[in-house]
């Protein structure tokens, strides 16, 4: 089972083309990040499944400002910055501060790429340009995004 697009949305309507068939296939361990929507767990109970919801990890931010971070972006300003989670843009917006703004604001020849949807929504609100949505989150579709 695949879903059309990888989201929790988009693994919520696989799993309701593909509802349990018996008892066996009614119970579900999910493993998610301490910071994930709680929504898809929410889901697939909705369709029928035992759900068991555990918090597997937990993402634990930067504490401040990183100058090594911030002379290594003003030295050699990548080709491409990979956004692969939400939390992957607030931990490098406190690492690199106002260095991060400044890069994006200026003419430039990087790109901005965001892994999905979710993320992507995550640049914009945080007020930083997102140049690519990888179309899934595969190796391919990265490389499609940094070759555009």
Do not use: W
């Amino acid at each position: 089972m695949l879903p059309d697009h990888y989201s929790s949305s988009g693994l919520t309507e696989a799993f309701a083309g593909n509802r349990p068939l018996s008892e066996e296939e009614k119970s579900i361990l999910l493993l998610r990040s301490s910071r994930a929507d709680p929504g898809f767990a929410e889901a697939l109970r909705s369709l029928g499944f035992r759900v068991t919801d555990v918090a597997a990890y937990h993402t634990r931010l930067p504490a401040g400002e990183d100058p090594a971070v911030q002379e290594r972006l003003r030295r050699r300003k990548p080709d491409a910055v990979l956004f692969s989670s939400p939390s992957t843009i607030e931990g490098l917006s406190i690492l690199a501060g106002e260095e991060l703004t400044t890069m994006a604001a200026e003419p430039r020849m990087m790109k901005f790429i965001a892994i999905g949807e979710k993320t992507a929504g995550v640049l914009a609100a945080a007020g930083l340009p997102c140049d690519r949505v990888c179309e899934k989150p595969e190796p391919e579709s990265v490389l499609a995004s940094l070759r555009e």
